[in-house]
């Protein structure tokens, strides 16, 4: 195993990884400071530029962009009191406190080196659980790894979100939109309406940049105004150092925090950080301090947050079970290349595995020491406007979403599922669920098909298979009986537990999801058996959940989203058009053209830029897109106006 590690440092080592490695840590720096957006948009943004590289050089990207993600996020917590992401929530209650206090500085690097510290325990434990887990992992055949599956859909539905049915839904959802195109086990289409487009599925790509990407936009955009008003670092930036120093204790106990709740799928960084400021606050006397400004309210959940990725990659990369959204994409980058995570990946390509240790280990060092090093500069995107931002970051997703299959329909997939993830966002649906059974689809429905053709029915008595089953029947009666005693269970979206769009919209949507799930499953009537299966097993549950959800929701006390909120959700809705208008320009003139009416319509029209500085913009923008289509081989079309 040893030398497995040492051929993979050999390999990072060179200049090219270590240049891409620098990359991604750019890359998930800057992405991380945008509030909502998180490791889920980073590595989804950048997935679309791994079709070029070896499976080595794309690991290295996306981990490294992921790793550094909940480090620079803390930059927007304590400046400005909103979370650069959910998993920063905890952050803002004594960070933000500290940087009114003028102590921003040593608020930020007792969090930037607390969150390199806990990354790299993190490392560590991910490291050490190979040759515990090893063993394990060979032993298991196909029921054990689909009940895996099952559980780790459970997990994220019910773990995720304020609303477990809602989640379990979502889950099945995604199942459902991952089995469109070619089933794996029998010659038939499923779901493809004729549509030649359909019949190799929907790329990850599009689904992942869609249902997170184009939603997060629309709100920011219609948040308006600038991300955060200018405010002074101040000084502290070595007692921030000897703070964590000093509670180094806290550091340690708050990492292994993280990597208990990264290797439970579902659980994710948000409830790690709040787990870890729990303790912290339980085990302090003076309880009193904290919510005040205490670094210690600082320290715990950043070196949660980062060892909570690390302890995502257990589950991911031994069990292939995503321990959360941004691991699931991962999964999916290895299905690309043809990798099984699970026991094949730690028979075949440990040295791979061991590449994913190297590169979070030394992009947590990085992405610390950039951000320590660099907080000013970065402090400082925090005070422009968004919609000055917004078409880089538009153009940047198209693009990306057409990299996937350079089809149109990549395109068309990209626009609904934009507006379902938003609506989902704003009905209370956590998304998070939807990706991770998307993924999954593929492992889930192939080992469901060969233990039913090697076991029959008999799969379901192998001994893990029980053990399994009781472990999913324990956790779905602790979440049962937490909600009656009133208590809360983790949350990985908190900004998705409330309904902002009032009662009749909440019940519209329950009822077109229970009418879509009644659809599919009177459309696989005409698959053959072995096409059918796995589309039965998703729709079933779906329609159940779903027809329960919807008594809960017209059983629910009526709804009415406030005047600020109803005007946020009117201007999201209005800027949406304007994405629909880049799409249809795209259509007509080609990429080219219309990225630079796009641009400059957008900046001159919506961001009231002057002229000449839309101009400059409109110019190095397109330049950078030709560029970047240029490496990555991309053929445009013309256009149909430009092509006739």
Same mark, same amino acid.
């Given at each position: 195993?040893?030398?497995?590690?040492?051929?993979?440092?050999?390999?990072?080592?060179?200049?090219?990884?270590?240049?891409?490695?620098?990359?991604?840590?750019?890359?998930?720096?800057?992405?991380?400071?945008?509030?909502?957006?998180?490791?889920?948009?980073?590595?989804?943004?950048?997935?679309?530029?791994?079709?070029?590289?070896?499976?080595?050089?794309?690991?290295?990207?996306?981990?490294?962009?992921?790793?550094?993600?909940?480090?620079?996020?803390?930059?927007?917590?304590?400046?400005?009191?909103?979370?650069?992401?959910?998993?920063?929530?905890?952050?803002?209650?004594?960070?933000?406190?500290?940087?009114?206090?003028?102590?921003?500085?040593?608020?930020?690097?007792?969090?930037?080196?607390?969150?390199?510290?806990?990354?790299?325990?993190?490392?560590?434990?991910?490291?050490?659980?190979?040759?515990?887990?090893?063993?394990?992992?060979?032993?298991?055949?196909?029921?054990?790894?689909?009940?895996?599956?099952?559980?780790?859909?459970? +997990?994220?539905?019910?773990?995720?979100?304020?609303?477990?049915?809602?989640?379990?839904?979502?889950?099945?959802?995604?199942?459902?939109?991952?089995?469109?195109?070619?089933?794996?086990?029998?010659?038939?289409?499923?779901?493809?309406?004729?549509?030649?487009?359909?019949?190799?599925?929907?790329?990850?790509?599009?689904?992942?940049?869609?249902?997170?990407?184009?939603?997060?936009?629309?709100?920011?955009?219609?948040?308006?105004?600038?991300?955060?008003?200018?405010?002074?670092?101040?000084?502290?930036?070595?007692?921030?150092?000897?703070?964590?120093?000093?509670?180094?204790?806290?550091?340690?106990?708050?990492?292994?925090?993280?990597?208990?709740?990264?290797?439970?799928?579902?659980?994710?960084?948000?409830?790690?950080?709040?787990?870890?400021?729990?303790?912290?606050?339980?085990?302090?006397?003076?309880?009193?301090?904290?919510?005040?400004?205490?670094?210690?309210?600082?320290?715990?959940?950043?070196?949660?947050?980062?060892?909570?990725?690390?302890?995502?990659?257990?589950?991911?990369?031994?069990?292939?079970?995503?321990?959360?959204?941004?691991?699931?994409?991962?999964?999916?980058?290895?299905?690309?290349?043809?990798?099984?995570?699970?026991?094949?990946?730690?028979?075949?390509?440990?040295?791979?595995? +061991?590449?994913?240790?190297?590169?979070?280990?030394?992009?947590?060092?990085?992405?610390?020491?950039?951000?320590?090093?660099?907080?000013?500069?970065?402090?400082?995107?925090?005070?422009?406007?968004?919609?000055?931002?917004?078409?880089?970051?538009?153009?940047?997703?198209?693009?990306?979403?057409?990299?996937?299959?350079?089809? +149109?329909?990549?395109?068309?997939?990209?626009?609904?599922?934009?507006?379902?993830?938003?609506?989902?966002?704003?009905?209370?649906?956590?998304?998070?669920?939807?990706?991770?059974?998307?993924?999954?689809?593929?492992?889930?429905?192939?080992?469901?098909?060969?233990?039913?053709?090697?076991?029959?029915?008999?799969?379901?008595?192998?001994?893990?298979?029980?053990?399994?089953?009781?472990?999913?029947?324990?956790?779905?009666?602790?979440?049962?009986?937490?909600?009656?005693?009133?208590?809360?269970?983790?949350?990985?979206?908190?900004?998705?537990?409330?309904?902002?769009?009032?009662?009749?919209?909440?019940?519209?949507?329950?009822?077109?999801?229970?009418?879509?799930?009644?659809?599919?499953?009177?459309?696989?009537?005409?698959?053959?058996?072995?096409?059918?299966?796995?589309?039965?097993?998703?729709?079933?549950?779906?329609?159940?959940?779903?027809?329960?959800?919807?008594?809960?929701?017209?059983?629910?006390?009526?709804?009415?989203?406030?005047?600020?909120?109803?005007?946020?959700?009117?201007?999201?809705?209005?800027?949406?058009?304007?994405?629909?208008?880049?799409?249809?320009?795209?259509?007509?003139?080609?990429?080219?053209?219309?990225?630079?009416?796009?641009?400059?319509?957008?900046?001159?029209?919506?961001?009231?830029?002057?002229?000449?500085?839309?101009?400059?913009?409109?110019?190095?923008?397109?330049?950078?897109?030709?560029?970047?289509?240029?490496?990555?081989?991309?053929?445009?079309?013309?256009?149909?106006?430009?092509?006739?």
């Amino acid at each position: 195993m040893w030398d497995a590690a040492l051929i993979a440092l050999e390999r990072f080592a060179s200049l090219n990884h270590l240049g891409v490695l620098a990359a991604g840590v750019v890359a998930g720096t800057v992405i991380g400071i945008l509030p909502g957006l998180g490791g889920i948009a980073a590595v989804a943004i950048l997935l679309p530029f791994i079709y070029t590289l070896d499976v080595h050089t794309a690991m290295i990207l996306l981990v490294g962009s992921l790793a550094v993600v909940h480090t620079s996020d803390t930059i927007t917590s304590v400046l400005i009191g909103t979370p650069g992401s959910a998993a920063a929530a905890a952050t803002v209650l004594d960070g933000h406190q500290l940087a009114k206090q003028g102590q921003a500085a040593r608020a930020l690097s007792a969090a930037f080196l607390s969150s390199m510290i806990g990354g790299l325990i993190g490392t560590v434990f991910l490291t050490l659980s190979l040759p515990i887990a090893r063993p394990l992992v060979l032993f298991f055949g196909s029921p054990e790894l689909l009940m895996l599956c099952v559980l780790g859909l459970s +997990f994220a539905g019910f773990l995720t979100g304020g609303a477990p049915l809602k989640g379990v839904v979502a889950a099945c959802l995604g199942l459902l939109l991952g089995s469109v195109g070619a089933a794996p086990a029998d010659a038939v289409y499923r779901y493809t309406f004729d549509q030649l487009y359909l019949s190799d599925g929907i790329p990850l790509v599009g689904v992942a940049l869609g249902i997170f990407g184009i939603a997060e936009i629309l709100d920011l955009l219609a948040k308006g105004g600038r991300i955060a008003e200018r405010v002074g670092l101040g000084e502290g930036w070595l007692q921030g150092i000897r703070d964590v120093i000093q509670h180094w204790g806290i550091v340690v106990r708050g990492s292994l925090i993280g990597v208990w709740a990264g290797i439970l799928p579902g659980i994710g960084a948000t409830a790690g950080s709040w787990m870890a400021y729990g303790h912290v606050v339980a085990m302090a006397r003076d309880r009193e301090r904290f919510g005040k400004g205490d670094i210690r309210g600082v320290i715990a959940p950043e070196s949660a947050n980062n060892s909570v990725e690390a302890g995502d990659l257990i589950p991911t990369l031994l069990f292939s079970v995503p321990g959360g959204a941004p691991a699931a994409i991962l999964l999916g980058a290895l299905y690309f290349y043809g990798i099984q995570p699970g026991p094949r990946m730690v028979q075949e390509n440990l040295d791979l595995i +061991f590449t994913i240790i190297w590169s979070f280990a030394f992009a947590n060092a990085m992405g610390a020491a950039l951000c320590l090093f660099l907080s000013p500069a970065l402090a400082r995107l925090t005070w422009v406007p968004f919609a000055k931002m917004a078409p880089a970051i538009v153009v940047t997703i198209f693009l990306g979403a057409f990299q996937s299959s350079q089809d +149109f329909g990549d395109l068309f997939a990209l626009m609904a599922l934009g507006f379902l993830g938003w609506l989902m966002k704003q009905l209370g649906w956590p998304r998070a669920p939807f990706l991770v059974g998307f993924v999954l689809t593929k492992p889930t429905e192939q080992y469901l098909w060969i233990s039913i053709s090697r076991y029959g029915l008999e799969w379901l008595l192998r001994p893990g298979v029980i053990v399994m089953g009781l472990l999913l029947l324990a956790s779905i009666l602790w979440i049962v009986i937490g909600k009656r005693k009133g208590k809360e269970t983790p949350v990985e979206e908190p900004a998705e537990g409330a309904v902002l769009l009032g009662k009749t919209s909440s019940v519209m949507f329950t009822l077109c999801v229970l009418v879509v799930s009644g659809a599919a499953l009177y459309e696989a009537r005409s698959f053959p058996y072995l096409g059918a299966i796995f589309p039965v097993a998703a729709t079933v549950p779906a329609i159940f959940m779903a027809a329960a959800q919807l008594f809960f929701d017209l059983r629910a006390p009526g709804m009415t989203a406030g005047l600020e909120t109803r005007a946020k959700i009117k201007l999201a809705l209005g800027y949406f058009p304007g994405l629909v208008l880049y799409f249809v320009l795209i259509w007509l003139f080609g990429f080219g053209v219309a990225t630079a009416l796009f641009t400059f319509l957008f900046l001159y029209g919506w961001a009231e830029m002057r002229w000449f500085k839309a101009l400059i913009y409109t110019s190095s923008l397109v330049g950078a897109a030709v560029f970047m289509g240029w490496m990555l081989g991309m053929y445009w079309p013309a256009g149909v106006l430009l092509g006739l």
